[in-house]
């Protein structure tokens, strides 16, 4: 029999309808119920693509006597950290605090006034590695709960006040400039992996935010460190085993330094970020590799992650089905030799195996490899790469598929907005920029509706239950901006400045620090902010860049304020912690750069408008259009006549601006193109 989960829009909580436990979502009336029964709750947190998440629910959670217990003695509330990314945060916070690591699936114990006293993340079946198995901890906290109701109560106590005493205060700092800069590029250069490319050791994550502030910080000083290092770790990205070598597209995180063995699920975001910085590698060096990669990964989105109603789903799962239809990480996109011979016969899978590096022993489990491109000397004939990689994809894609997490975002599909814009104007590809649209659509038909504030999630055209956070608001502003950049439509800048002034009524504090929640939502054991940069822009930097953009489009005063505020945040922390505020970086690099006001008086997609585009001066804001409505469309064309009857472009910033061009070469000396 089903729990109240088949009731939600999430799949992954669907995941857990079916679960011997008896489920709550996170709810008053979950709380309400714990208080009844005076029992503690246990909170459980993961997402729909999160491999030990489905480990423990298969041991623990499937388990007809560890259910009974559970249900006996607890109200289990189920949470996907992905629909509520604050309870996920405030608790992750709290975990991380009391172990020193945290993760998912993520296990907490609390209160039934939400207060916090035990935490964990994946507990195992049994004992194992001095790790207690999930039934001796739910037995201890059992005890705890019922003998020693003091000593919880002073630990929650504890824990919240301490929580509480976390805020950040990073407004009315100023804003970052050369120095902190400086020190945040020194901090990264020490940081980065000289022979692998990207900072740090293993796990090692694609860096695409920091990789933005060093494209930006090249087009702004010619520093060509910054854009080694750009350049060298996206080379190695995309010839590592992080990149799928046949459908495009690229895993959450490499396992090693090398990029070889990836953890496999694909996530939206990490597409939408990286297609984005791939464009702009081609956009500052030409590059035939940095092009092929961003449209592969713009069209992975499109083939494997839209949906019915034009969003995009979040993610796919590391796991499928191997051959014996058991479920194992990496099954669709791993090969063996004799797997290669058997699509491709023997001399094009000899051929195959050198160029991928498919070995007899393999590079990851029971003789596997992933495919990565492993580099040899001599020229390859391209043409048989090409035949070879379409006869291995055909293959593949007869293997079960990897399942699929529907539900749409609307920060990742802001993100996936912005990539496919820009890359479909890049590479004149009109049908990316048409399924750019058609995502913007959707998150102001389903995410915005009636309610005029952004819902977080939808699925199958019907919006969750759950508000949006800063994260939704910054990154669906900067797509718009994006959209509106590219399409020439005015409609896209108005909608983002709706939803921007929501920031500024509903996240924005005292002196400019900001919140990722707004002010009237559900209120937790704390406000949770993050400014950091982790696997998106966090909020606070999203907010900031998008506040900035929208700025320079209409000349608001209070957009730019509140900027400038909002980057108090990345002077504090950019030279201190730069690989984790690159995003923050990368919008410092566009107020130190005016941002550059481009109005293009002429045709949307015309020869001017697409140098605008191609410009690489950091956060350079861009209106084209023309005719009389023009300026009702955007403030930036308002009083921007053709000159001699030609196409015009108007370069500003900081109040002054350049003599208006008509010459696209002259266009693009003045935006470093």
Not at 179 to 195: H, M, P
Not at 449 to 467: F, P
Not at 564 to 570: D, K, N, R, S, T
Not at 627 to 632: H, S, T, V
Request: hydrophobic share 40%; proline share 5%.
């Amino acid at each position: 029999m089903a729990n109240r989960l088949a009731q939600t829009t999430s799949p992954y909580l669907l995941q857990h309808a079916d679960n011997p436990v008896d489920w709550w979502p996170w709810s008053p009336e979950a709380f309400e119920e714990a208080r009844k029964r005076d029992v503690p709750v246990l909170l459980s947190v993961g997402y729909a693509s999160c491999h030990w998440c489905h480990v423990m629910a298969h041991e623990s959670f499937e388990d007809d006597d560890t259910a009974a217990y559970l249900n006996a003695h607890f109200v289990p509330v189920k949470v996907d950290r992905e629909e509520r990314p604050d309870v996920d945060a405030v608790y992750m916070e709290a975990v991380q605090a009391a172990t020193g690591h945290g993760g998912w699936p993520m296990t907490v114990f609390l209160t039934p006034d939400a207060e916090p006293f035990y935490f964990g993340t994946y507990f195992p079946p049994e004992p194992r590695h001095g790790s207690p198995s999930f039934q001796q901890v739910l037995e201890g906290v059992t005890a705890a709960w019922t003998d020693r109701r003091d000593e919880v109560a002073e630990v929650a106590g504890r824990i919240v006040a301490d929580l509480a005493g976390r805020s950040l205060v990073h407004g009315g700092d100023g804003v970052p400039g050369e120095s902190e800069v400086a020190q945040a590029l020194l901090g990264l250069t020490r940081e980065y992996d000289e022979q692998h490319g990207g900072f740090g050791g293993a796990p090692k994550f694609p860096p695409a935010m920091v990789v933005e502030f060093l494209l930006r910080h090249y087009a702004r000083t010619g520093a060509e460190g910054a854009l080694q290092m750009a350049a060298d770790t996206c080379t190695a990205m995309a010839r590592g085993g992080i990149y799928d070598q046949l459908g495009g597209g690229f895993a959450r995180y490499s396992v090693d330094r090398e990029w070889i063995v990836p953890h496999f699920e694909k996530m939206l975001y990490d597409n939408a970020l990286l297609c984005r910085v791939y464009a702009h590698l081609w956009r500052t060096t030409g590059s035939d590799e940095a092009r092929r990669i961003a449209l592969e990964t713009a069209d992975f989105m499109v083939r494997e992650l839209r949906t019915a109603e034009g969003g995009f789903a979040s993610a796919l799962d590391a796991d499928s089905e191997d051959a014996e239809g058991k479920h194992v990480e990496g099954a669709f996109y791993v090969w063996t030799p004799a797997q290669l011979r058997e699509v491709l016969g023997e001399d094009d899978a000899a051929f195959a195996a050198a160029y991928f590096g498919v070995t007899e022993d393999g590079t990851f489990e029971e003789g596997a490899s992933v495919l990565r491109l492993a580099g040899g000397a001599g020229p390859v004939d391209a043409a048989r790469v090409a035949r070879v990689r379409a006869r291995l994809l055909a293959a593949r894609d007869e293997r079960p598929h990897p399942g699929r997490d529907d539900k749409v975002v609307a920060a990742w599909n802001g993100l996936a907005i912005a990539a496919l814009a820009e890359t479909g104007a890049y590479f004149d590809r009109p049908d990316l920029v048409e399924r750019a649209t058609e995502a913007a659509d959707l998150l102001v038909r389903v995410h915005l509706g009636e309610v005029a504030r952004l819902t977080r999630t939808s699925k199958d055209g019907r919006a969750g239950d759950n508000a949006g956070v800063l994260e939704d608001y910054g990154d669906v502003a900067e797509g718009f901006l994006a959209l509106a950049a590219v399409t020439g439509e005015g409609a896209w800048l108005e909608f983002a400045g709706f939803l921007l002034d929501i920031v500024l009524e509903q996240f924005t504090g005292e002196g400019g620090q900001l919140y990722d929640t707004a002010h009237d939502a559900e209120q937790l054991i704390r406000r949770p902010q993050d400014p950091t940069d982790s696997a998106t822009p966090s909020g606070w930097t999203a907010a900031a860049g998008a506040l900035l953009s929208y700025a320079a489009y209409t000349g608001s005063e209070a957009h730019r304020t509140a900027a400038e505020g909002a980057l108090g945040v990345v002077k504090a922390l950019g030279p201190r912690v730069p690989r984790f505020v690159g995003w923050g970086l990368a919008v410092a690099e566009a107020l130190l750069d005016g941002p550059r006001e481009v109005a293009v008086a002429g045709p949307v997609g015309g020869e001017l408008h697409r140098t605008a585009l191609l410009g690489r001066a950091p956060g350079a804001v861009v209106a084209a259009g023309e005719g009389p409505g023009a300026g009702a469309e955007f403030p930036l064309l308002v009083d921007r006549p053709l000159v001699g009857g030609e196409p015009t472009a108007y370069v500003c910033r900081h109040f002054v601006c350049d003599a208006p061009t008509t010459d696209a070469g002259e266009l693009a000396a003045k935006l470093g193109g």
